[in-house]
Each structure stands twice: as structure tokens, then as C-alpha cells.
């Protein structure tokens, strides 16, 4: 989806620098942008762009802003560390305190619900909500190579554990997958990526029979049930590190639903290492 | 299979008590039964047996030792610590020798193929290998509830992981996985079980949200490319053991298909822990 660049954007920011990342490629396709940062969570430099804050107290304050900007399209992108306790915030606005029914409602659900429910309450309100992605683009990678040059056996493991993530996306247990030798090793679980390539290196430390063998790939997938414009798997800098540290050779992604955090230092440290970042099709719906 | 009790029987035995468990239940129906323990590894007490032992580089008294019993079926089964390099064995006797040739090509397969390897080896000499539980029909459960009383959740735990565990032995990446609050939160890779689950013991410490639910459930498949009659999933006394460690209610396990070790004492411990154990048919093979 290519967006036309004369729609006002506004985008509400958590942490990290892809908030900024996509401000400045919205103003680069000439858009009118407005940043509303979540206060306690943006943290990235916005100066040069029209730039707000609210608290999650501050519903009404939110609606105002982006009615006065006269966005249509609204992008949500950053990281959130605290999930807001609507019980706990002594001082609502009125647009908050209008909204509490339906924000309850949208809480009392699981994660994916609550991300689905916040999409919701916002195009209740008239506005389009819009992946990070289809503003900055470079934010996915197309298929194909991205850094490095993969041999035969190194694209046969990021393939194999491309399969195995996809898998265990429908099964909605993780989004990522490691293949050593063209053997699946290991599989995420609610332990998080991080803490599955930490189980890796201490494999290979441990020196266990299939480890004798170099190189390896870790996959990373997005799972079918996520809304990809507001939740999206990442890989970054640091991905490439502790990749790098379980003795692994690259990173595999799904091409376009993967979203690769600080693109230039993720290529940069990738190189570095001689690593490889290869873009997979994405795999076909199940049946 | 139910096999005739007039047919001679061998017991190739590694560490454990499964082995001195299967020599009894031959013995019971009536078999013939010499038991030729691997040397450093058998330890049960096979008293009352007829009882021999060889080492790896007897493979020539092995085979003596097969024919003078009139063994035609021969059982492979009980822990094996070390795998054997013969390159390292100094003394061989002439039908090690002889079969050199073969058993280098046998070990330099992976070990799913080491195993095929030797079943080849054996049925090559006119044997019959048959599995431990085709021998011990309590080895293996049929379908249905083995000890407690599952509830409606617990059981839907335990056919998710069932579901997950299947799954992920398709992919050829591991045999057990866990379901908690009708979610996948742990899948096996090459770390094996136990540390899968003391990686969800782990994240029910540090009180991941989707921990906050109680109970759960670990599952046990075989793999479609295991043979089982020389290699079956297990679980045991200390499957339950780390399982309610783990803050888990009960294990699922395919009927028919996975070996209980210590059936008597695992069931004692599972009704001392309030814990279930439930086999569940094997799911059908993939397209």
C-alpha cells in the first residue's frame, strides 16, 4: 500500500528510534506529520518536527491533537514497557474518563486482543491506522540477500528455520526458529528470541553432538495472527549479536513482515561479523 | 504384534531398569530369555536370569552368544552413556573385525541412522528386532486417562501440547512441548525435555503474564521417523517430578507410543502430586 503523500499523518511513539525513522521518512514523502509521544515511553530526539506529548490519562488531550492536526491516518509504533493500569491513574480527562468503558473492555482481553481492540478505539474514531512499514518502508526488507553471502548449506538452514518459525507461529507459540546442520535446535516459546539464542550458545558450549557444526540460522517470522501494522516481529543490531554469539552464520526474515530495527547499524554490525541477512517469501496460509 | 512365547529371546541390554522389566515379562509369558548386558553400561541386577555380557568390540562373542540361545527375536533397550568409538577400542575379536566395514558406515549416519544402522546390522544375521514394549505391554499406555482426573482446561492443555509435540516432531526438532491457559509456551529442541522444562519453572518465577494461570500441561510424542521398537520417547518418575516443578498439572502422552520407565513408581508419584497423566490416540500421519 502505497499512501498518497497529501494525507496528514500522525504518529503516537513509544521508545526507540523508529518512531523518529518513520517522522523523517513521512516528512521526506512530504506528509504533514505530527508526533504524539506516549509520556514516560518516546525517548528518541524529535526536534525539527511538530511534536506533542500525552499520558495514558489523556484520551481527550489525544483526540484533540490529532482532530487538530487533521490526520486521517494514524501510525503506532515504539515500544510500550508499561501497560497502563487505567485503575491506577488519579488524574483522567474527560475524553478518558468517556472512554473508560470501552478501554476496560479492551483490557480485560489477552495481548493480541488488547493491540486489536486499541485499533479499534481509534478507527471508531475516524482514522485509518497505519503500519510503520507502509510509511517507511525500509523498515520491511524485500526478498532476497540483505547483507552477506549465504552459502548453499548456510540458505538450506535459514530456509529450514524459516519453516520451523512459521510453523510455530500457527501454532501462536513463537516467531522464531534455529537450524544448525539442517536440524531444527531450537524453537521459541514465550521465553522470547533473546533468551532461545542464549539456549543456543550454552548448546554449543556444552559442546553437544550436533553442535560440532559451524554456522547455523535463526528465522524469524511474523505469526498469522498478528496485525502487522501494529505488531510486527523484529529483528536489529542486537539480534545480529546474540545471533553472532550463539555461533550462528545469519538471520532469516520473512520479506516484508519482518521489521528490521536501525537498519544501517544492523547492516553495519552484520557485515562486521560476516554475517548474512537473507528475506524469505512469506510462507503460504495454511490450508 | 503379540508374539508366540515359544520363540527364544534376546535382550540387549543398556543401563536402567527397563531392560531387567522387559526380562521379567518375557520370563512371565513364558519366553526363553538370555539377557546379554553392554559391559559399562547394564546395571541392573539380573540375577536369576541367564546372563552374559559383552563389550563393543565383542561383536563376534555377541553373535555366539545370539545363535547358542536360538534367539530369533532380539530386543535393543536401556540407557546408553557412550556412544562407542571403535577407532579408540584396542582389542577387537574377529567378528568385530569382520564387521568393521559395516560399522563405520553405520557410524558415520546421524543417530537416527546409527539406530536403523543397527537394526540393519542385527536383521542382516537372520534376527528379528522387536520392540522393548511389544515384549512389556505396560510400557506403554492405551488411550485414556493413566492416573488423576483431568479437568475440561487440563485436558485441553494437554491435547494442545499433544497437538504442538506432534507438530514439532514432524519438523524433526523435538518430542515434548507445554501448554498453559490453552497456550504454547515451551517447545522442545535439542535441549531435551528437562531443561525445557526447567525454562518454563523459569519464566513461572520471574511471573511472565501468561503465567499468572495455573496448571498446564507437558506433552510426550514420538517422532514419525523414530523407530520405535529401539527408540521411543519416555517419561518416568522425574518427568513428573520436574513437570510439577515446573508448576504443571499433568502430562499428556501418545498411546502406544511413548515409554513409561518405572510405571509403578511414576504413577505413585503423580497421585501423591495430584498430577495427571493422559495418552491420547496418535494423531494421523501428515499428508
Given at each position: 500500500?502505497?499512501?498518497?503523500?497529501?494525507?496528514?499523518?500522525?504518529?503516537i511513539?513509544g521508545?526507540?528510534?523508529?518512531?523518529?525513522?518513520?517522522?523523517?521518512?513521512?516528512?521526506?514523502?512530504?506528509?504533514?506529520?505530527?508526533v504524539?509521544?506516549?509520556?514516560?515511553?518516546?525517548?528518541?530526539?524529535?526536534?525539527?518536527f511538530?511534536?506533542?506529548?500525552?499520558?495514558?490519562?489523556?484520551?481527550?488531550?489525544?483526540?484533540?491533537?490529532?482532530?487538530g492536526?487533521?490526520?486521517?491516518?494514524?501510525?503506532?509504533?515504539?515500544?510500550?514497557?508499561?501497560?497502563?493500569?487505567?485503575?491506577?491513574?488519579?488524574q483522567?480527562?474527560?475524553?478518558?474518563?468517556?472512554?473508560?468503558?470501552?478501554?476496560?473492555?479492551?483490557?480485560?482481553?489477552?495481548?493480541?486482543?488488547?493491540?486489536?481492540?486499541?485499533?479499534?478505539?481509534?478507527?471508531?474514531?475516524?482514522?485509518?491506522?497505519?503500519?510503520?512499514?507502509?510509511?517507511?518502508?525500509?523498515?520491511?526488507?524485500?526478498?532476497?540477500?540483505?547483507?552477506?553471502?549465504?552459502?548453499?548449506?548456510?540458505?538450506?538452514?535459514?530456509?529450514?528455520?524459516?519453516?520451523a518459525?512459521?510453523?510455530?507461529?500457527?501454532?501462536?507459540?513463537?516467531?522464531?526458529?534455529?537450524?544448525v546442520?539442517?536440524?531444527?535446535?531450537?524453537?521459541?516459546?514465550?521465553?522470547?528470541?533473546?533468551?532461545?539464542?542464549?539456549?543456543?550458545?550454552?548448546?554449543?558450549?556444552?559442546?553437544?553432538?550436533?553442535?560440532?557444526?559451524?554456522?547455523?540460522?535463526?528465522?524469524?517470522?511474523s505469526?498469522?495472527?498478528q496485525?502487522?501494522?501494529?505488531?510486527?516481529?523484529?529483528?536489529?543490531?542486537?539480534?545480529?549479536?546474540?545471533?553472532?554469539?550463539?555461533?550462528?552464520?545469519?538471520?532469516?526474515?520473512?520479506?516484508?513482515?519482518?521489521?528490521?530495527?536501525?537498519?544501517?547499524?544492523?547492516?553495519?554490525?552484520?557485515?562486521?561479523?560476516?554475517?548474512?541477512?537473507?528475506?524469505?517469501?512469506?510462507?503460504?496460509?495454511?490450508?
Open positions: 500500500m502505497i499512501l498518497p503523500p497529501d494525507r496528514p499523518l500522525a504518529i511513539a521508545g526507540g528510534s523508529v518512531p523518529l525513522h518513520v517522522a523523517r521518512a513521512a516528512e521526506q514523502a512530504g506528509r504533514k506529520t505530527l504524539v509521544g506516549i509520556e514516560g515511553e518516546a525517548d528518541a530526539d524529535f526536534d525539527g511538530s511534536y506533542e506529548r500525552f499520558s495514558w490519562g489523556q484520551i481527550g488531550k489525544l483526540e484533540r491533537l490529532l482532530s492536526h487533521g490526520a486521517r491516518d494514524v501510525v503506532i509504533v515504539g515500544g510500550v514497557r508499561v501497560r497502563p493500569d487505567f485503575r491506577l491513574l488519579t483522567l480527562d474527560m475524553g478518558t474518563v468517556k472512554a473508560l468503558p470501552e478501554i476496560y473492555a479492551i483490557l480485560r482481553k489477552g495481548d493480541n486482543s488488547v493491540l486489536t481492540g486499541v485499533i479499534r478505539f481509534i478507527e471508531a474514531r475516524g482514522y485509518s491506522v497505519v503500519g510503520a512499514h507502509e510509511v517507511a518502508t525500509d523498515l520491511v526488507a524485500p526478498e532476497g540477500t540483505l547483507v552477506g553471502k549465504p552459502s548453499a548449506e548456510q540458505l538450506a538452514d535459514a530456509r529450514l528455520a524459516i519453516e518459525a512459521w510453523l510455530i507461529g500457527q501454532l501462536d507459540a513463537g516467531q522464531a526458529a534455529v537450524s546442520g539442517e536440524r531444527i535446535v531450537a524453537l521459541e516459546g514465550a521465553e522470547g528470541t533473546d533468551a532461545m539464542l542464549e539456549r543456543v550458545a550454552l548448546l554449543r558450549e556444552t559442546r553437544r553432538v550436533r553442535f560440532a557444526i559451524p554456522g547455523g540460522a535463526l528465522a524469524k517470522c505469526k498469522p495472527q496485525d502487522l501494522r501494529v505488531d510486527m516481529p523484529t529483528i536489529g543490531p542486537d539480534t545480529v549479536t546474540h545471533a553472532k554469539a550463539a555461533g550462528l552464520a545469519g538471520v532469516a526474515i520473512e520479506a516484508g513482515r519482518v521489521m528490521i530495527i536501525d537498519r544501517a547499524e544492523t547492516v553495519r554490525r552484520a557485515e562486521a561479523a560476516g554475517f548474512f541477512i537473507q528475506a524469505f517469501a512469506p510462507q503460504a496460509p495454511s490450508p
